[in-house]
């Protein structure tokens, strides 16, 4: 019998072997997740509501297959985190809206159902912002997720809440999706890493608006072989989503070897129009040094972007229009401040701002694929900034020049989002406050199997090097700095933004 502390700190990928030569069984692997779950939970907030029960009975059934030699899926007898975006049968699901509160669907989405056809047991909704909107998980339902690495501090977003299980070793699968950065900034923050796959390569059901690639649903995981396991699992054409399209079988079950040293990089700080913590690019500087002997040439490339952050504006308030009309004209204050000013901005827009839009996409699309003449991946920092407190709802300057709306701060994702390239978010050490600071990394057009090859020999480059593997949160130290952060609801107290207050003690919601 493992113990149960050494036992969810081992990858999914170990754990599925384990499951697979009947060295574990999953009953002895859920309910160590369960144990660490109800250990480490109150002090990050990362895992709303929960299906113990029923992940058990489902255990076992899993347990009894493996016993009978039955073929066994890719994720089989896994402990599965939910993005609490995604809908899952019979378990609460509430898009961090009071709106929602009660909402039970009586069906899976696409994701999850293909979660669980491969096996994954899901056990747990993971935290996320109101509706999905902005980079710091906190919501008047749930509450806020602190970061693993000092619980005071934000974890990221919109996938915060899988960001942080993950970390904390709580669930050794989660899933996430990714606008303007949210599988990639949490990931950052957190120290794991996160795939925003290419639109169309994992269906998403949820989009309303099908045909636009910015939203896309995907991978996160400890590593990138873990982010490899679910993306094989998820992957592939579904008629729910016209973007969707067939792969071939076992595409990511094995990525090809590459020789870093045949690799010609670049590098950006800023991509020419992002505001960038000067501290962050010091740090930044002092990863490339480190990384730049891997390559065969690694050198700092020029963007010449456009109007990216209108572009984004456009595109994003288009999402929130489609998605929040029927809510904002039976009551606009039933929307949280986040969800609402996206609302309101979209409306205001003409047919020609739409026009503009995706014509401004399309040109910035054409010239990021341009640099890719000359190099085989892009690197940048993922975040322009160490993590700051989840009391603050957003971001509202660097280096002491105020930013214009709540998520202009993501815009080291966010024009990567407009290219449609897709990119990853790979630990790469600690930051100058001792945060995790993640490596953006980007490939060319579709190109999700080399970006994954090239992180995963990244990865392995720096697996023993202090300033560049991924760093591990101190569950010690991270009870010794938290309160329980899970919130109660009240009426917003006075310079409340958004319904939150946190009080001391052990609640629940």
């Not at 993950?166 to 949490?186: F, K, N, Y």
């Not at 040094?289 to 984004?312: I, M, N, T, W, Y």
């Not at 100058?432 to 060319?444: C, V």
Request: aromatic letters at 6%; glycine letters at 8%; one cysteine or more.
């Amino acid at each position: 019998m493992k113990q149960s502390n050494e036992l969810v700190e081992k990858t999914a990928v170990e754990l599925r072997e384990l499951i697979g030569t009947q060295a574990i069984s999953p009953v002895e692997l859920m309910q160590a997740c369960i144990e660490r779950i109800e250990a480490v939970n109150p002090y990050v907030n990362a895992v709303t509501a929960t299906d113990f029960e029923r992940s058990l009975e489902q255990a076992r059934v899993a347990e009894r297959a493996v016993l009978a030699g039955e073929p066994l899926g890719l994720l089989h007898g896994l402990p599965v985190g939910i993005k609490d975006l995604e809908n899952t049968e019979g378990l609460l699901t509430t898009y961090g809206s009071p709106l929602f509160k009660n909402n039970v669907p009586a069906q899976d989405n696409a994701l999850v159902a293909r979660l669980r056809s491969a096996g994954g047991i899901v056990t747990a909704k993971t935290n996320v912002p109101e509706m999905g909107a902005g980079a710091n998980t906190r919501n008047a339902v749930w509450g806020a997720t602190g970061n693993p690495f000092n619980p005071r501090l934000n974890a990221g977003g919109s996938s915060g809440g899988s960001a942080a299980a993950l970390a904390t070793d709580m669930l050794p699968v989660c899933s996430g999706s990714d606008t303007g950065g949210s599988l990639r900034i949490p990931a950052a923050k957190c120290g794991v890493v996160g795939l925003r796959p290419s639109p169309g390569l994992v269906p998403s059901e949820r989009r309303l608006l099908g045909w636009t690639p910015i939203s896309v649903v995907g991978p996160m995981g400890r590593t990138v072989a873990d982010t490899c396991l679910q993306l094989q699992a998820t992957a592939g054409l579904h008629i729910s989503d016209p973007l969707s399209y067939p792969i071939a079988a076992n595409t990511f079950a094995r990525l090809p070897e590459i020789d870093l040293g045949t690799l010609r990089v670049g590098y950006t700080e800023d991509f020419g129009c992002c505001e960038v913590d000067n501290e962050i690019r010091e740090v930044f500087r002092r990863k490339i040094k480190a990384l730049s002997g891997q390559f065969k040439c690694c050198e700092p490339v020029q963007f010449q972007l456009g109007d990216a952050h209108r572009c984004f504006d456009v595109l994003r308030a288009e999402s929130f229009v489609a998605g929040l009309r029927d809510a904002y004209r039976e009551n606009p204050d039933s929307l949280g401040p986040n969800p609402r000013a996206n609302y309101e901005l979209g409306v205001r827009m003409s047919l020609e701002d739409c026009a503009w839009g995706a014509a401004e996409q399309t040109r910035i699309y054409r010239q990021f694929q341009s640099v890719f003449d000359q190099y085989d991946l892009i690197l940048s920092p993922t975040t322009p900034v160490s993590p700051f407190p989840w009391i603050e709802p957003h971001l509202a300057a660097v280096n002491g020049v105020a930013l214009d709306n709540y998520y202009r701060w993501l815009s080291l994702t966010y024009v990567v989002t407009l290219a449609t390239n897709p990119a990853i978010s790979l630990p790469c050490g600690l930051d100058h406050r001792n945060m995790p600071f993640g490596l953006q990394i980007i490939a060319p057009f579709r190109r999700d199997l080399e970006l994954l090859a090239c992180a995963s020999q990244i990865e392995k480059a720096t697996l023993n090097d202090p300033q560049l593997q991924r760093p591990r949160p101190d569950l010690i130290e991270l009870v010794s700095l938290a309160v329980d952060l899970k919130s109660i609801v009240t009426a917003p107290p006075s310079g409340s933004a958004d319904g939150i207050q946190v009080l001391t003690g052990t609640s629940s919601v």
